[in-house]
């Protein structure tokens, strides 16, 4: 008996018992970070070219696919994606990439038609492979893995066992600064044999832990500076997972290995670092009047009327709360997740879902009053004024909808991006972004175009389709993610001013009084500009001190206080004629999303980790 073998004998008696009767070693390959879209070939040359190298590869059991598929989310692209990955030879398993989440017109509904699901669980030769999704969907946020991805992951985990070895999947490394509720997911997984976290984002190979559990970021499949596509191989070997990088043409070059033995955490410890929420101390006169936690992942703002809270989820239901003390009253299940931000007036409620359906409610009960069949899913907030609902879609259409019949009025069809923000309404116009850098103004009273602006930019990543705009002495305010403030003419749609100075993003609001127009900056700061005057002009800047800060949360304001709310969980009171700060609470590190503020300093809120909730807290401004 050779030296070699008998070595072999001793390390398979070393693995777990599950795992010595079906050891076999393996490769497997990865691709992360593919970014195809129309008009530019390159990308998919550069998959192609992997697809053949991976299809000449010898002993290559599967291929993980780890986000990043397409540069604009689009079911077009993804088909097309999905096209090529077929010709592999070999099994691919297939997760989503924040630009299959932020930036998708089906909602992120057309990931799953296409690939079959949205998260995958297989074994191989004894290791259990999971992939789940990890990025922010639809709000430019922070990435975040939704609390039922969570509770599915414990699930798988739990069946496995303690001892089986684990290799996790996902797009964004789960740290802090990445992932914002890391933590949930390193304490959710940490009991268990974690062998790695593999994933790309970064587009370069990075060796990482994850409160202490090792982190594998691969490189992207876009050729490089020396014109070379690539990709991953791990080779699994009894005692070690070999990382390589494979650039197309080239041989393979070793740069990380991981035991299948060693101990790289402590299994019954915690999380390295947890959120800071030592501002609530700051500011003892805050109060939670009530908080509740739904276990689903909520991506829209409450919508109130009387002593009723409405808010949709993730999972498709549209939930009643109590206003007083956030009792559920009622739930109605659509067929897909709920997106935009319903509106409640005169007893009913209008939402649209990723089913392709706008449904009216009974605010009372929750019954089924009407329904009205899109083309597409719906996406885009709900106006409700003078007894109609105004609301736009994937389909490139905008609606306005009679609020108790749901007969439609008219439908204005020549958006060319899709729609997720709210209609600003005002006495003869409705004015709304789409993801075509087009913001368009209609007649109120038919739907016929009034007039586009645009804003000359290339790509739709620049368009003012998340802010919801305002309008004040005869024009129209936006924000727009290249970071610029802009006043157009509500009558001609010519642009008044545009400044570039505060480097706002996305967000806008319009106070009480009509004076002055709210903003939040790229960086600890809320904004105020005269909303009078030909030109533009700061009236206060205000530091908040909330950090790098990118999501649509549009500040509110409410008997002369300015809200506001951030991704990571943050929401704070601005004195609406000065700036100063009035307080300022942490409720959770997601996203939350813009707030409801009421009389008597209450203020309502709902967040990505799946929170809903009241603040209370005295208002005292000077005189």
């Not at 004894?126 to 509770?151: C, K, W």
């Amino acid at each position: 008996m050779n030296k070699y073998f008998i070595s072999l004998v001793c390390l398979l008696c070393l693995l777990p018992g599950g795992l010595q009767a079906q050891w076999k070693p393996f490769r497997f390959a990865q691709l992360t970070d593919l970014h195809l879209r129309g008009g530019n070939a390159n990308p998919t040359e550069d998959l192609l070219r992997s697809v053949a190298q991976i299809n000449a590869t010898d002993s290559l059991d599967f291929v993980l696919v780890t986000g990043d598929l397409t540069d604009e989310g689009d079911r077009e692209s993804l088909e097309h994606v999905k096209a090529t990955l077929d010709l592999l030879k070999v099994p691919y398993h297939i997760i989503l990439g924040n630009h299959e989440t932020k930036w998708s017109a089906s909602g992120c509904t057309a990931f799953s038609q296409v690939f079959g699901g949205d998260r995958f669980a297989f074994e191989h030769n004894g290791i259990l492979f999971l992939g789940f999704n990890s990025g922010p969907l639809m709000r430019m946020a922070d990435g975040h893995v939704a609390p039922q991805d969570i509770t599915w992951m414990r699930e798988q985990l739990a069946q496995a066992g303690t001892e089986k070895p684990v290799i996790l999947v996902t797009h964004y490394p789960v740290q802090e600064g990445d992932v914002d509720n890391w933590y949930d997911v390193t304490d959710a997984v940490r009991p268990y044999n974690i062998r790695l976290f593999i994933g790309g984002h970064y587009h370069r190979c990075l060796q990482l832990a994850y409160d202490g559990i090792p982190g594998v970021l691969m490189r992207s499949n876009l050729r490089d500076k020396d014109g070379k596509s690539g990709y991953g191989i791990y080779e699994v070997t009894p005692d070690s997972i070999v990382v390589y990088t494979q650039r197309v043409g080239e041989p393979k070059k070793r740069w990380a290995a991981y035991s299948l033995h060693a101990s790289y955490y402590d299994r019954q410890g915690k999380a390295d670092k947890y959120p800071d929420f030592s501002v609530n101390r700051e500011y003892p006169q805050v109060k939670e009047a009530w908080l509740l936690h739904t276990g689903t992942g909520i991506y829209s703002s409450p919508a109130v009327e009387g002593d009723r809270v409405f808010v949709g989820d993730d999972l498709g239901r549209l939930t009643a709360y109590s206003l007083r003390k956030g009792k559920k009253l009622w739930s109605f299940e659509a067929g897909q997740r709920i997106v935009g931000t319903p509106a409640a007036a005169e007893g009913v409620v209008v939402f649209g879902s990723a089913d392709c359906r706008i449904y009216g409610l009974n605010a009372e009960d929750g019954q089924l009053l009407w329904t009205i069949e899109a083309g597409e899913p719906v996406l885009g907030a709900v106006t409700i004024a003078d007894g109609t609902a105004y609301i736009g879609d994937s389909d490139h259409t905008l609606r306005a909808i009679d609020l108790h019949s749901g007969r439609v009025h008219w439908a204005y069809t020549g958006v060319k991006g899709y729609i997720e923000t709210k209609p600003l309404v005002t006495a003869d116009k409705v004015i709304f972004g789409a993801w075509d850098n087009t913001l368009y103004a209609l007649n109120r009273a038919d739907g016929s175009l009034l007039w586009k602006w645009e804003n000359g930019l290339p790509g739709m990543h620049y368009s003012p389709a998340a802010v919801w705009p305002v309008a004040a002495h005869g024009k129209v305010f936006i924000s727009d993610p290249k970071r610029a403030l802009t006043a157009i003419d509500l009558e001609t749609g010519r642009t008044v001013w545009r400044t570039f100075r505060s480097q706002v993003r996305e967000t806008v609001a319009l106070s009480a009084d009509s004076s002055r127009i709210y903003s939040k900056t790229m960086n600890d700061s809320i904004v105020a500009y005269a909303a009078e005057g030909e030109v533009p002009r700061q009236v206060w800047a205000s530091n908040v001190g909330f950090g790098y800060e990118h999501a649509p949360s549009m500040p509110a304001e409410q008997d002369g206080v300015v809200y506001g709310s951030t991704k990571g969980g943050l929401i704070f009171a601005l004195e609406a004629k000065t700036g100063r700060v009035l307080w300022k609470h942490k409720v959770g590190n997601s996203l939350i999303s813009t707030v409801v503020p009421l009389p008597g300093g209450r203020v309502l809120f709902t967040a990505t980790g799946g929170e809903v909730g009241m603040l209370k807290a005295p208002v005292r401004l000077k005189d």
